[in-house]
């Protein structure tokens, strides 16, 4: 069994550029520094299970925005941001939320065994109210769909009411 603990402060950087490893990562890490290499490996998969899973969420809660991967042979690999509406834009345009939650979104996409423990700390930090609440459904979902058990420490009402009705609701 693995730990892996996601700290209230996560790495906050320009996407690194770089070939990617074949090596399986199977922690995000205290600050989340895993997650590019994570994502530029998944997309490497003809289906991009993790990268698909991610996106579907960011685009749901962040108007439209996603992630792209462009492989160059000559640079390696680099994450970009775009939008449904624009070719390619600023990492920033999303918001400081969508890179502190990059992190979460990657580790509840991950395939995890019973006995793995993830644990999260903070995990609505720099997020906007009306999106915890989606945030505490995708880690409950994530203890079902890909195993482990989630430890959240957290100070968002919303994220506990939504996790506590998941519960009632079965």
């Not at 989630?150 to 506990?160: A, G, L, N, V």
Request: glycine residues 8%; negative net charge.
């Amino acid at each position: 069994p693995i730990t892996d603990y996601i700290g209230p402060l996560r790495y906050m950087a320009e996407f690194p550029t770089g070939s990617s490893s074949n090596n399986e990562i199977l922690k995000i890490g205290p600050e989340g520094k895993s997650v590019y290499e994570i994502l530029v490996q998944d997309s490497l998969n003809r289906s991009s299970p993790i990268l698909e899973t991610v996106n579907t969420w960011i685009s749901e809660n962040f108007q439209g925005f996603y992630l792209h991967v462009d492989h160059d042979p000559d640079y390696g690999s680099l994450i970009n941001l775009k939008h449904e509406k624009k070719q390619k834009c600023r990492h920033l345009e999303a918001g400081i939320g969508l890179w502190q939650v990059l992190p979460i979104l990657v580790r509840t996409a991950l395939p995890a065994k019973p006995n793995d423990l993830i644990i999260i700390s903070r995990p609505e930090a720099y997020l906007q109210e009306a999106v915890h609440g989606n945030l505490g459904e995708l880690i409950s979902k994530a203890t079902t769909n890909c195993g482990g058990k989630y430890i959240i420490e957290t100070d968002s009402p919303s994220i506990i009411i939504r996790i506590r009705r998941l519960i009632v609701e079965g």
